[in-house]
């Protein structure tokens, strides 16, 4: 898989995503996975327990949500290669 990094000030709405590609949301060296009891920002440690969200609409109120909260969010779109044997 490569990834790459999306600036946090460009809106949601201004991205174009691959039908290969998914967003998923990176806080420090972990992965958003939702929210919690009490509005807790739930993380993981892996792409395998993060959120994968496949339209960039759908990232742009839970990035707000989370700036709101003091965190420090990077947008990531993850590229699916399939090699051909």
């Given at each position: 898989?490569?990834?790459?990094v ?6 949601a709405?201004?991205?174009r ?7 998923v ?13 009490a ?5 993981a ?10 339209h ?6 839970v990035?707000?949500?989370?700036i709101d909260?003091?965190?420090k969010?990077?947008l990531?779109?993850l590229?699916a290669e399939?090699?051909?044997?």
């Amino acid at each position: 898989m490569k990834s790459e990094v999306i600036e946090r000030a460009r809106p949601a709405r201004a991205l174009r995503v691959n039908s290969n590609e998914v967003l998923v949301i990176r806080i420090g060296n972990r992965f958003f996975c939702g929210f919690g009891k009490a509005g807790r920002v739930l993380t993981a440690w892996s792409l395998a327990g993060a959120k994968l969200f496949v339209h960039p609409i759908d990232t742009e109120s839970v990035m707000v949500t989370l700036i709101d909260k003091g965190k420090k969010p990077q947008l990531l779109a993850l590229t699916a290669e399939v090699a051909e044997l």
